[in-house]
């Protein structure tokens, strides 16, 4: 550990000690916190089912940045690099179009069986799956539909395709000793004034519950659904929207999802986790940056995602909220992206470890709202990035930059090779 570093840390463990805060007891918190990386941003969501389709349902990449990764090897290959530079817990998230087998295998009918490599890659690693149906880019995505699909034979394909999907999420789930987050996200909507909003709704609600009432195993995995405001030619309707979901899970106790990008340019998710978590039993965060609404930039260390960070902490809910990544940006090196997303997720989340949380809530308590922003505002000036340094120096991934060397030579050697 070099010397630099650690007076840095010295300093700064003395700093906050004056707070109330054992930084040491905050980086074996934070150690405990897991963030899930979304395999989507390695290969720009095309999967290995159909690799040189065009992606459609309402998602777009932009960019074309050498390097991809083009099989499943390549892939695990990537996570492994992005995961050896971001310091403390992870899991990998996995759509259902990411199977790793030679066979060719109709999504309605894939298995565990399918994905038996990436259970071993992740015992290897000691880490935990989730997972997602693929309800897109497929020739049985017709009419901007799917779960909501007024012709009963193409419903039945993706209700079959999530309940398959269910049984790959236990296998994950018990495979690996931590339940997995099946999240269930479709893009059906309408791109013009709809005459009938509810029946398509009602159509949503009877293959959820399909879904969900299914005969599957269910000790190992959590069902979650997703939201979303409008999306790319479903501008005018969206057939699950958030209000839907919202009493969908309530009702039918799954969890709920949260996608920081799938609302009004007004609204946040931060606010959003404390409204529900009182009336779920869990919830789960795509944590993303949208420019200009749900367009998936990569995770920066603003406002929202600290506000996240601080709600979560604050509040204790790290065993309730469960935090995964949503970019993929095609415009820079993949694998950089994924460093900086989560490495900036874990910031936020080290920030809020050493706030004086409970000094906060007393000043609050008291109404001594003079207290509270005077120790909040004063925060962030703490030195906070000392304890980032420390922390990844004493994991081995790299202090400031220097991780972005890694990566240069991991282009240079190995990403460059595939075009």
């Known amino acids: ?82 995961m050896s530079l971001i310091p403390g817990k992870k899991r990998f998230n996995l759509h259902a179009i990411y199977l790793d087998t030679e066979e060719k295998v109709a999504r309605d009918k894939i298995e565990p069986k399918h994905f038996t490599r990436w259970i071993e890659w992740a015992k290897e690693r000691d880490i935990g799956l989730d997972f997602n149906p693929s309800c897109f880019s497929h020739p049985n995505f017709v009419d901007g539909m799917t779960l909501a699909h007024p012709d009963p034979v193409i419903r039945k394909f993706w209700i079959d395709h999530c309940i398959a999907c269910r049984r790959i999420s236990d296998s994950f789930g018990e495979a690996l000793g931590t339940p997995a987050q099946m999240n269930v996200w479709v893009p059906d909507g309408m791109k013009d004034m709809p005459a009938d909003r509810l029946a398509p709704r009602l159509r949503l609600l009877d293959a959820l519950d399909q879904i969900v009432n299914a005969d599957v195993p269910n000790k190992h995995h959590v069902v979650a659904v997703e939201g979303k405001l409008f999306g790319i030619g479903a501008e005018s309707y969206t057939v699950g929207s958030n209000e839907f979901y919202m009493a969908y899970a309530v009702s039918r106790k799954t969890a709920l999802c949260l996608d920081a990008g799938h609302f009004h340019p007004t609204e946040i998710v931060s606010d959003k986790i404390s409204a529900i978590i009182p009336f779920v039993d869990n919830i789960l965060l795509h944590v993303t940056r949208s420019v200009r609404w749900d367009s998936d930039h990569v995770v920066l260390l603003d406002d929202e995602t600290q506000a996240i960070a601080n709600e979560i902490v604050r509040n204790k809910l790290e065993k309730k909220v469960h935090i995964g990544l949503d970019f993929f940006d095609a415009s820079i090196n993949r694998i950089a992206a994924w460093v900086i997303g989560t490495r900036n997720m874990k910031k936020a989340l080290l920030r809020s470890l050493l706030d004086p949380t409970e000094t906060l809530r007393k000043a609050e308590d008291a109404m001594d709202y003079t207290t509270r922003l005077a120790l909040m505002e004063e925060q962030k000036s703490m030195p906070w990035s000392a304890v980032w340094d420390h922390y990844c120096e004493k994991a081995g991934v790299g202090v400031g930059a220097d991780w972005l060397k890694t990566v240069k030579h991991y282009e240079a050697e190995v990403l460059s090779a595939r075009n």
């Open 1 to 82: 550990m070099s010397n630099t570093t650690l007076v840095a840390y010295t300093e700064a463990k003395a700093r906050y000690a004056q707070t109330g805060i054992d930084t040491d007891a905050v980086l074996k918190a934070l150690d405990a916190i897991p963030v899930s990386m979304h395999c989507w941003q390695g290969d720009d969501v095309a999967g290995f089912e159909f690799p040189d389709s065009a992606l459609n349902g309402g998602i777009q990449t932009t960019g074309n940045y050498p390097g991809k990764a083009r099989n499943a090897e390549q892939l695990r290959r990537d996570a492994d690099m992005a």
